[in-house]
């Protein structure tokens, strides 16, 4: 059974930093690509990073303008998401995904991913 985990959501200053974190259970974590979205209340899931299962290719969401970085520990079976400079627009419950099939080269849309983690609410004040 494939588990995704977020964790590090929370409330945060504008200009502020926080970093998320996925834990995946039930598959070899270094095969799968990886994935962080964002939804807003009415509003469909964004891609906010994807990154591949070797770490070597990574892709942002336009609106991510180099503030964010997605990483991965193949040895923790964990991927992370970096985010500075957060403005309140960036508010939003932030979930992983994981791809059913290995070795994806690039997915950005959430119909490409059939894993999805629980969410973490991100909250940035003004």
């Known amino acids: 059974q494939v588990q995704l985990v977020e964790s590090g959501g929370g409330l945060v200053q504008a200009g502020g930093s926080l970093k998320l974190s996925c834990a995946v259970s039930g598959r070899t974590f270094s095969s799968y690509s990886m994935a962080w979205f964002r939804q807003t209340p009415g509003k469909e899931r964004e891609v906010v990073a994807f990154i591949n299962w070797s770490g070597g290719s990574t892709y942002y969401g336009d609106f991510v303008k180099g503030r964010f970085t997605i990483s991965r520990d193949n040895t923790k079976s964990t991927v992370y998401l970096q985010m500075n400079s957060l403005q309140p627009e960036a508010t939003a419950v932030y979930f992983c995904?994981?791809?059913?099939?290995?070795?994806?080269?690039?997915?950005?849309?959430?119909?490409?991913?059939?894993?999805w983690g629980q969410g973490t609410q991100v909250t940035v004040a003004s």
């Open positions: 995904a994981s791809p059913e099939d290995a070795f994806y080269s690039v997915a950005y849309h959430s119909h490409d991913f059939a894993y």
